[in-house]
């Protein structure tokens, strides 16, 4: 298979050799691929360390256990509130329909509305979070309208089998993957709600002290992603060796994917800023937060 990162040796050498400590989640995002390839940066190791999801990286990043990373677009704004020193410093495509708010297949509950009062799985501070505030808004309703049950993944997709919960907001491959194995019902996905940039987050040490290696990070990022657009069936290959996910999931979640990496525009700094008004008006955080105060200027060569 070929590897991308073949396609990236003009990246600078940078003083001594260093440790760069990257934070991924297993089978998502680019940063999950360039791990299972190989990626390199010449005169540097790179250090992976996984997580579940976004909220537990940034605790990490707070924590000084590592530099680099990325998310969905609240994982960030709740660690901003939490007083977290990170910057973004590069933006991925925002989703449509790799994240969604699905029911059991004989449920009752047939709209958004219906879910008022109702118990609804959830990872806290996750892309999954602002999906559920947002479709809830569009119906009227806010998050204290319905009983949130905080739960990763994995425990969520059990409460989800026993009927422990009504509804679940969760992304893919777990999304996909609860379509079929459970035929499970779509309530709503991103389709005609605000959308959401998913985000590359240094620590402010980081950035200032290495700005090119940020650069450089950034610079395989975006051509990771150009490479993964144009080569689906190997990511498709890559990541079903890499999750163990059955074939067909990995292709239906690839389907649903968009990959890249591009400079925070104001544009995307201002639609992140909606995102945490969002938050703050329905009393998820407990301050409002600055966006624009915390991008990172990068250029892409």
């Known amino acids: ?8 040796l003009a990246v600078p050498l940078l003083s001594s ?14 940063l999950s691929m360039m791990k299972t390839q190989g990626v390199t940066l010449p005169g540097h190791q790179l250090k992976w360390i996984e997580f579940p999801a976004g909220p537990q990286m940034l605790e990490a990043l707070n924590a000084g256990s590592i530099d680099f990373g990325s998310t969905g677009a609240p994982p960030p704004i709740f660690a901003q509130a939490g007083g977290v020193d990170l910057l ?21 509950i047939r ?8 118990r609804v799985a959830f990872q806290k501070g996750s892309g999954s979070h602002f999906l559920l505030a947002s479709a809830l808004q569009k119906a009227g309703l806010k998050i204290g309208d319905i009983t949130p049950i905080f739960l990763s993944p994995s425990d969520a997709r059990a409460a989800f089998v026993s009927g422990g919960i009504d509804a679940w907001v969760v992304w893919d491959p777990y999304l996909a993957s609860a379509q079929k ?3 499970a019902r779509l309530l709503a996905d991103y389709t005609g709600l605000p959308l959401a940039n998913g985000f590359y987050l ?11 290696l940020v650069a450089a990070l950034l610079e395989q990022v975006r051509q990771g992603g150009k490479w993964a657009s144009e080569h689906p069936k190997e990511v498709s290959a890559l990541l079903t060796q890499q999750t163990g996910v059955p074939a067909d999931i990995v292709a239906t979640w690839m389907g649903r994917s968009r990959f890249g990496a591009t400079p925070v525009t104001p544009e995307i700094a201002a639609n992140q800023q909606r995102v945490a008004d969002l938050f703050y008006q329905q009393k998820l955080i407990p301050r409002q937060v600055n966006i624009a105060s915390r991008v990172w200027t990068w250029q892409p060569k």
């Open 1 to 8: 298979m070929k590897k991308w990162f073949c396609l990236l």
């Open 17 to 30: 050799a260093a440790e760069i400590r990257i934070g991924f989640q297993k089978g998502s995002g680019l």
């Open 88 to 108: 973004y410093v590069g933006a991925e495509p925002a989703p449509v329909n790799s994240e969604a708010i699905i029911v059991p297949k004989d449920s009752k």
């Open 111 to 118: 709209a958004v509305a219906d879910l008022k009062g109702k």
């Open 181 to 183: 194995a459970y035929q």
């Open 202 to 212: 240094a620590s402010s040490k980081f950035a200032k002290e290495s700005p090119q």
